[in-house]
């Protein structure tokens, strides 16, 4: 019943844009912190962004630090990843994954920590 789906993901272009959105379903997102995750391929994964109950707190990976935007909707039940300047690097399977916190607490992108977890939306950069 608790069910988080990725979408957005697809075949872009070095410096293009796409943004990935995370919907949850069976529960609401209100008291969870949600995370965005990676993995590319013959490496495991990574985090990349994370955002707090209340979304007053984001942090990023260095690599896409000014070039990612996490944000979060929770009227709609989902947490969007916007990813500009793509590069060749940023290609992976993107995954999101929610953990209950108290408001106010910060994120973080340790994947033990969370405990729902998308099936993952693939992003391909390449010319």
């Known amino acids: 019943q608790l069910q988080l789906v990725e979408s957005g993901g697809g075949l872009v272009q070095p410096g293009g844009s796409l943004r990935l959105s995370c919907a949850a379903s069976g529960f609401s997102l209100d008291y969870y912190a949600i995370g965005w995750f990676r993995q590319a391929p013959g490496k495991g994964r990574e985090g990349v962004s994370c955002?707090?109950?209340?979304?007053?707190?984001?942090n990023y990976e260095d690599s896409v630090k000014g070039r990612f935007t996490i944000s979060r909707d929770n009227a709609k039940n989902t947490v969007y990843l916007q990813m500009n300047s793509l590069k060749p690097e940023d290609t992976a399977d993107y995954y999101c994954?929610?953990?209950?916190?108290?408001?106010?607490?910060?994120?973080?992108?340790?994947?033990?920590?969370?405990?729902?977890w998308g099936q993952g939306t693939q992003v391909a950069v390449s010319s």
């Open positions: 994954a929610a953990v209950a916190l108290p408001s106010g607490a910060k994120c973080v992108m340790r994947t033990p920590l969370y405990d729902y």
């Open positions: 955002i707090s109950v209340g979304g007053g707190s984001t």
